[in-house]
């Protein structure tokens, strides 16, 4: 073609092609002009498509490189620059950037690595990149050799660097305490004195031209003068705040800043430190069982039902160096009895290098029950790793071969996948090193093995990611993505036609598709399998097994850190399980008491200053879907807040000040998630749909085709959406049930403190007596009694639900900022006693001006209102009931300009000069104790005070009692603490 043009573009600089490489730069052009094609190696770009497409590729490449910066960063610590050396570091380090949201390389020379970021980002960059290693140095003689030697299962993780004068070590800061354990363990055997990994100012991270070093602080030190004995130690300690939501707490500006003011001054360094919790590890060796170098635990042998260790290689050379003993021992009775009923037996090890020998039977591959043969190749793996958790004493190390991989003909790629798969949940649950054996003489074997890879499971569906080739495959489909233009030019839709010819082309069926991010892909496959779960749940054959295959080393980090987010936000919707997050922090000082002290002072500062509080209490909280949940632990996160689900209740974990923000934000989402109610178009079920009805709204919403969930009853339902038609169904009934939706209640309008409870007209919504609400309205009643005569006991405070009330009330104010101006509506507090008689009357009707003069009319036959609580307070105006209980409300009274009231007035006066007539009355200008108003919709009765005259008490405004209540003798519902 005329228009075809072909250019490339070298660069000296190896960086460069990384940092494209990283940003996806190939994927980004493509979008943009999809006849593109863009190879990439070593030291060029070479860009084939039209002129224009390609012209727009040399501007956008130079803009994408011109917004970053090349620096050279001085590293004095040598074994720190050999494990940066390393695939395994850069991998490690390239998925921490992608956690943060940061798009960088590096290159490594001797003294030195060169980062390459935007300009911006370089600091973060930097610390992040400091952080993933941890250099340090062993305070030990003549160590090097051994410790080399002894972290030979995590040389992936570790750097050693020794001479006479001293030892250093670098590791990756996830696996710092594994390695500590090893170093404690040498030193002790080499009977120096308990070791302790310490840090040194001078080989502690590194520096570049502009900065001190970051892992320490301090210049780069010369080589002649970098460690003398007048180098102080740097103690570290590290502190585990144990606290639900405590992650979210310690973003906190108010934690930081207690952080930051505490440490300053006091030469004290404090970093967060995300470990895992204490879990076993996963170590491929080259080896046989026989010949082990080292000693396990147990150690696992394939073998036939009848215990012949004459079949199958492993079998026969564990029996040889075992001995006769082991054949002999499996003869007996009861151990053949239990091979035929368990699959499996254990035997003492006789000359073996464990101390017991689990023999497993496996049954051989069957192709044609492809799905059966896997689950019960996966159930009895499982049920073998579960076996060994019961021997006592409990193992710490297992060693096993590749189960299946032999005669028993069992695909490589699938023993690799499943092996790993298990082992890795059974190791999250006990404390177990899982040696996996490897036979040198089987290189395939090996290959599949160390191939990358990660297993997510979406309930009973196994999703594994894994990078490689796609049509090595063994499985029933494959899918593949094609260009808009459905050409096949893609790299796999060739490799496709070149491996299956013209029938495939003929064959081939044209769907449209759109080019998808590595991260847009993962959430839409996780999406899509959970619909697929819900769709088939009720039939008998499903797809159990998924693989996604990943041609680049990028794309398979993106792919896997989502994967992981996703996971990890499913699995943040905590329930009354008693689970409790962590948090740890490094504190590190040149003084230990300094170390102790801070660490003292966070744990003080997090127990005096975090709180929890019930945002909402209702059954509707659990009805909420993942996704929803999901969402709400962001606006926690975004707040700094912890968020924890107990039943009906939703509360927040945090600091005053980030409680009170968050609250409002999450009391506007709860509305928006319940704003629609769905019933049955025929009432012919008994289903409660009132408890599901936010998982059905959820599905509604995000057009969902199918869902799985379950009621609070743990009754298992699923929702099916199809042509806009919903229906749902009850486990194990299979009849569907049409629903209808209707959009009925508007929370809008209501104020975010109300529930979303819905029982009447009104609510009488008893307030919690640990919150806020509750201590704002008695400090509030307090404060405004001049009059401190009278000593009070609270008994409960009431919030006052009533939409229909509190819509005139709204009403009433937008007519009165039109009438008067928008900052002229005048809302006071102000006060109203009432007997108990009268209290239904007010929570449904409201206050109701035709009773004027029940009590008084002195300046108007309207509502009454006091500025004094005190006054209200009369038994005059609140007499005490039979129980010896008075209410007084707390209104909300719109009093805009008052005019002073007269006796028998039944409406209020114009004023000067207009036709508007005045908004309120008042007793006196010069002293206001009373607004009257003649509207009934200027007033709100907002919450209603339930008390008593307190009797032999003295009043604390903390709730301590000095004194004895005869009151709480009578009354077990009286509180154990007064409040006023």
């Known amino acids: 073609m005329d228009n075809e043009a072909v250019e490339t573009f070298p660069f000296s600089d190896r960086t460069e092609i990384s940092f494209l490489k990283r940003v996806s730069i190939e994927g980004q052009l493509k979008d943009i002009h999809p006849d593109i094609t863009i190879n990439i190696d070593e030291t060029q770009v070479r860009v084939k498509g039209s002129r224009n497409s390609v012209y727009d590729a040399k501007i956008f490449i130079a803009t994408i490189l011109e917004e970053t910066e090349l620096r050279d960063v001085k590293v004095t610590d040598p074994s720190r620059i050999k494990l940066f050396k390393k695939d395994v570091t850069r991998r490690y380090i390239g998925s921490i950037l992608l956690r943060n949201g940061l798009n960088a390389v590096y290159d490594v020379y001797e003294d030195r690595i060169r980062i390459r970021c935007k300009h911006d980002e370089f600091c973060r960059v930097r610390d992040v990149i400091d952080a993933a290693i941890v250099s340090e140095e062993v305070d030990a003689l003549h160590i090097g050799v051994t410790l080399r030697d002894r972290l030979q299962e995590l040389r992936d993780y570790t750097e050693v660097d020794d001479n006479p004068r001293r030892t250093r070590l670098s590791v990756h800061l996830e696996k710092y305490d594994s390695v500590k354990e090893i170093v404690d363990v040498v030193i002790n055997e080499l009977n120096e004195e308990p070791g302790v990994l310490r840090r040194r100012k001078s080989d502690s991270g590194f520096s570049d031209s502009d900065e001190d070093q970051v892992n320490g602080g301090g210049g780069a030190a010369s080589q002649d003068d970098s460690l003398t004995h007048q180098e102080k130690s740097v103690y570290t300690e590290r502190l585990e705040i144990r606290k639900p939501g405590i992650e979210n707490i310690s973003r906190s500006d108010q934690f930081q800043a207690f952080l930051e003011e505490t440490a300053h001054g006091e030469n004290i360094k404090v970093a967060p430190c995300h470990v895992n919790e204490e879990q076993g590890r996963i170590i491929i060796k080259q080896g046989t069982l026989e010949a082990l170098e080292f000693k396990v635990d147990v150690l696992v042998c ?476 008695i400090t509030r009643f307090e404060t405004q009694r001049q009059s401190k005569s009278e000593k009070f006991h609270i008994k409960e405070v009431y919030r006052i639900e009533n939409r229909l009330l509190h819509r005139k009330y709204k009403a009433e104010e937008e007519r009165l900022s039109l009438q008067n101006g928008l900052d002229k509506v005048n809302e006071r507090i102000l006060w109203h006693g009432t007997s108990q008689g009268s209290v239904e009357s007010i929570n449904t009707n409201g206050f109701d001006s035709s009773y004027s003069g029940i009590n008084a009319n002195r300046f108007g036959e309207g509502t009454y209102f006091s500025v004094d609580p005190s006054f209200s307070s009369r038994d005059t105006y609140s007499p005490p009931d039979s129980k010896g209980l008075k209410y007084v409300y707390q209104a909300k009274v719109l009093t805009r300009i008052p005019v002073e009231g007269k006796p028998t007035k039944k409406y209020l006066p114009v004023r000067a000069g207009t036709t508007t007539p005045y908004d309120s009355a008042v007793n006196d200008f010069e002293n206001i104790k009373a607004y009257v108003i003649f509207k009934d919709d200027q007033a709100y009765p907002e919450y209603l005070i339930e008390f008593t005259h307190a009797v032999g008490k003295q009043v604390d405004m903390t709730g301590s009692k000095t004194t004895a209540d005869p009151c709480d003798a009578q009354d077990n519902n009286a509180p154990a603490m007064t409040r006023l």
Request: proline content about 3%; overall charge neutral; aromatic content about 8%.
């Open 302 to 777: 394939p073998v036939s039902k009848t215990l012949n260790l004459s079949y199958g290689v492993v079998a026969k050379a564990l029996s040889e160096a075992a001995g006769p003993e082991l054949q002999e021992d499996c003869k007996k009775d009861f151990r053949v009895n239990e091979m035929k009923e368990c699959h499996m037996t254990v035997t003492p090890p006789y000359r073996l290098m464990c101390n017991n020998v689990l023999f497993v039977a496996l049954q051989y591959w069957n192709q044609r029950q492809e799905t059966k043969a896997k689950e019960m190749y996966q159930c009895i793996l499982s049920e073998c790793l579960e076996k060994i958790s019961r021997i006592k004493p409990l193992p710490t190390s297992v060693a096993l071969p590749a189960l299946g991989c032999g005669n028993l003909g069992y695909p490589r790629d699938l023993v690799a996948d499943l092996m790993m798969d298990t082992v890795k949940q059974f190791i999250q649950r006990q404390k177990v090193d899982v040696y996996v054996i490897l036979h040198p003489g089987n290189p395939d074997v090996q290959k599949a093995f160390q191939a990358r890879r990660e297993a997510f499971h979406i309930e009973d569906i196994r999703l594994t990611v894994r990078k490689g080739d796609i049509l090595e495959e063994q499985t029933d489909v494959i899918v593949n993505s094609i260009s808009e233009d459905f050409s096949l030019t893609e790299t796999l839709s060739t490799a496709l036609v070149e491996r299956f010819g013209e029938p495939f082309k003929k064959d081939f069926r044209k769907n449209r598709s759109e080019r998808l991010s590595p991260e847009q892909l993962a959430e839409l496959l996780y999406d899509a399998i959970e619909q697929y779960r819900a769709a088939v749940h009720f039939k008998k054959d499903r797809i159990t097994d998924i693989r996604l295959i990943v041609l680049r080393d990028e794309d398979f980090d993106r792919i896997v850190t989502t994967l992981q987010d996703i996971q990890e936000r499913h699995n943040k919707r905590l329930e009354a399980t008693g689970q409790k997050q962590v948090y740890d922090l490094y504190v590190s000082s040149t003084e230990t008491s300094k170390v102790q002290y801070l660490a003292g002072q966070i744990r003080s500062f997090v127990d005096s200053n975090v709180r929890s509080e019930v945002v909402e209490n209702n059954r509707l909280v659990f009805a909420m879907s993942k996704e929803r949940m999901d969402d709400l632990q962001h606006l926690a996160r975004n707040h700094t807040v912890g968020l924890k689900v107990i039943g009906c209740k939703l509360i927040l974990l945090g600091i005053d000040v980030d409680i009170a923000k968050a609250k409002v934000d999450i009391k506007r989402f709860l509305r928006t998630c319940h704003s629609a109610r769905w019933s049955s178009a025929k009432d012919e079920h008994n289903l409660d749909l009132d408890s599901i009805s936010g998982y059905v709204e959820d599905a509604y919403q995000h057009n969902k085709r199918y869902t799985l969930f379950t009621d609070q009853s743990n009754r298992l339902y699923r929702l099916k959406i199809k042509e806009g038609k919903v229906s749902i169904c009850q486990h194990p009934d299979k009849r569907e049930i049409q629903l209808q939706r209707r959009v009925s209640v508007m929370y809008d309008d209501i104020p975010l403190n109300w529930s979303l409870r819905q029982q009447g007209v009104t609510d009488c919504v008893p307030v919690d007596r640990d919150g806020e609400e509750f201590k704002n309205v």
